[in-house]
């Protein structure tokens, strides 16, 4: 580990400048929500399912990626993933800047966007997994989470408030990588203790997998997992300044607001849910708890009608709040097998998160498209929101069938 005890405040440092890179992830990832939005964009001719279709070609790399982002973390360690990654992200925001080609260009820079963050989150819980004892890897999951939050918050709001353009927005967040990538370059040490075998790798990459993919219990809490990042991945991060325009009425501004109030209240949740799950020494009830909380929050959110930017504000608080289980169930994956797995195990139920989230997206615009063809803009956005809701209750039975936990360590 380079000198590096587990837990000492070197340890630490490591994993916030390592934790940077998801916060980057994340400023990047809910771009998508405002590009509608600005002047003069050149997505506001795309129809609804174009758009949708285009934005979750960043889901659809980003999860079968996961395959492999954890088997090469326990591999190769985690510098030289993370800083060629983050330059990767940095500069694929400059494809859709691309002037012809618009839905190529869009794609592309899309896919490569979900390439490389990838290996953002699997590579903060590798240094947590490396470089922590077990009885700190929920609350660290659930900090790294925040810190994410912290980029989408910066992304949604900043830009709204600026009113800046599509070209900026993407210039901007270019910028934003390249110095992400110096600051993993520098403070991020290399990992002296791997010495990775290259005949050896694939056959390390499948029997890793399928120690986890074996398990039942792995598949229902990632399932879980992406059930409960539906409210972010598929609600705030693509259809949230829709939504909150078309149907609540507001300005794009108090759109970003709430969207930041959603996302702050689950950043603030994230660790403190991670500190139960600790503190209880258990995954299976407070995930539980929090996946039936958190679907009866968003169904009446999407029942509650045109009121006031203060009442919705309350719902997004008490929504975040109860979504915050979600950073769990990557422990829950993670306790089931032994630490020269960790980053597996992590990267194994975020594949499965992503997948579903991947899926959404497209899904909710093509009910959308569909439903308003015959109902109300109002009635077509819930129509196609209420999948989230469907998935949350069926994954929670689900979990609660099949889960076998192990006491925590």
Not at 74 to 96: E, I, Q, Y
Not at 137 to 161: D, E, K, P, R, V
Not at 380 to 396: E, F, H, N
């Amino acid at each position: 580990m380079g000198g590096v005890s587990k837990g000492n405040g070197k340890a630490y440092g490591i994993w916030f400048i390592g934790s940077l890179f998801y916060l980057y992830e994340l400023f990047v990832r809910v771009i998508p929500s405002l590009l509608g939005q600005v002047s003069n964009s050149p997505v506001a001719e795309l129809s609804l399912t174009q758009m949708s279709t285009v934005m979750s070609l960043y889901y659809m790399i980003y999860s079968p990626m996961q395959l492999f982002v954890g088997p090469l973390f326990d591999t190769f360690g985690g510098r030289k993933l993370l800083v060629g990654n983050c330059l990767l992200l940095a500069l694929a925001c400059l494809l859709p800047l691309i002037p012809t080609g618009l839905l190529f260009f869009l794609g592309a820079g899309r896919f490569a966007m979900g390439f490389a963050s990838a290996f953002g989150f699997v590579g903060v819980m590798y240094l947590c997994t490396t470089w922590f004892p077990q009885n700190k890897w929920a609350m660290l999951s659930g900090l790294t989470t925040m810190l994410g939050m912290f980029g989408s918050i910066s992304s949604q709001t900043c830009f709204a408030y600026v009113n800046t353009s599509y070209r900026n927005i993407w210039l901007t967040a270019c910028v934003f990588g390249l110095i992400v990538t110096g600051l993993l370059y520098i403070f991020v040490p290399k990992d002296t203790h791997l010495e990775p075998n290259d005949k050896k790798l694939w056959r390390e990459l499948g029997s890793r997998l399928w120690m986890i993919a074996k398990q039942p219990g792995a598949w229902v809490a990632g399932i879980l997992t992406g059930a409960l990042y539906m409210p972010f991945a598929v609600f705030a991060d693509l259809w949230s300044i829709p939504y909150f325009t078309n149907v609540c009425h507001f300005t794009t501004l108090e759109a970003a607001q709430l969207v930041s109030v959603l996302n702050l209240s689950w950043a603030i949740s994230c660790p403190i849910m991670g500190w139960i799950s600790d503190s209880v020494r258990s995954c299976k009830k407070p995930m539980i708890c929090g996946a039936v909380a958190t679907a009866i929050c968003f169904t009446v959110f999407l029942l509650i009608g045109d009121v006031s930017f203060g009442a919705v504000a309350c719902w997004m608080v008490l929504l975040g709040i109860c979504c915050g289980v979600q950073v769990i169930g990557f422990v829950a994956v993670a306790n089931l097998n032994t630490s020269s797995v960790g980053a597996s195990s992590v990267s194994f139920c975020n594949m499965l998160c992503m997948i579903l989230c991947g899926l959404g997206q497209p899904l909710v615009g093509y009910i959308i498209d569909k439903s308003k063809e015959v109902n109300l803009l109002t009635e077509a956005y819930r129509s196609g929101l209420s999948i989230v809701t469907v998935m949350i209750v069926l994954a929670t039975i689900l979990f609660g069938l099949v889960y076998k936990e192990k006491r925590l360590a």
